[in-house]
Nanobody, 123 residues
Framework: QLQVVDAGGDLVQPGGSLRLSCRASGFTLAYYTIGWFRQAPGKEREGVSCIWSRGGTANYADSVKGRFTISRDTARNTAYLQMDSLKPEDTAIYYC????????????????WGQGTQVTVSS
């Protein structure tokens, strides 16, 4: 069964850090472009970051550049989103997505999606 499971969300204070994980089963993450998205209450889903299958180039939304880092561990078949200097506006449900179906890796067209993990940034 092909499945993507994302995890690692938590309640964290402003300025803190979290690392989200995206684990795949049934297929090899190294062969696919991976994206991270988020959706806050009352807002549209937003592309946060993505890492291309070839070359490993990463893209980031302007709102997270310099604070978030996407990576992939091929041995563990897992992708990560390291989030530093978190702000209250980063509060959202975060989703991992695998296998890009278009040319815009922050655009949201992917075949497989995780179930989402809640990140809350609050004092």
């Amino acid at each position: 069964q092909l499945q993507v499971v994302d995890a690692g969300g938590d309640l964290v204070q402003p300025g803190g850090s979290l690392r989200l994980s995206c684990r795949a089963s049934g297929f090899t993450l190294a062969y696919y472009t991976i994206g991270w998205f988020r959706q806050a209450p009352g807002k549209e889903r937003e592309g946060v970051s993505c890492i291309w299958s070839r070359g490993g180039t990463a893209n980031y939304a302007d709102s997270v550049k310099g604070r978030f880092t996407i990576s992939r561990d091929t041995a563990r078949n897992t992708a990560y989103l390291q989030m530093d200097s978190l702000k209250p506006e980063d509060t959202a449900i975060y989703y991992c997505a695998v296998e890009l179906l278009s040319t815009n890796c922050l655009g949201g067209s992917y075949r497989y999606w995780g179930q989402g993990t809640q990140v809350t940034v609050s004092s």
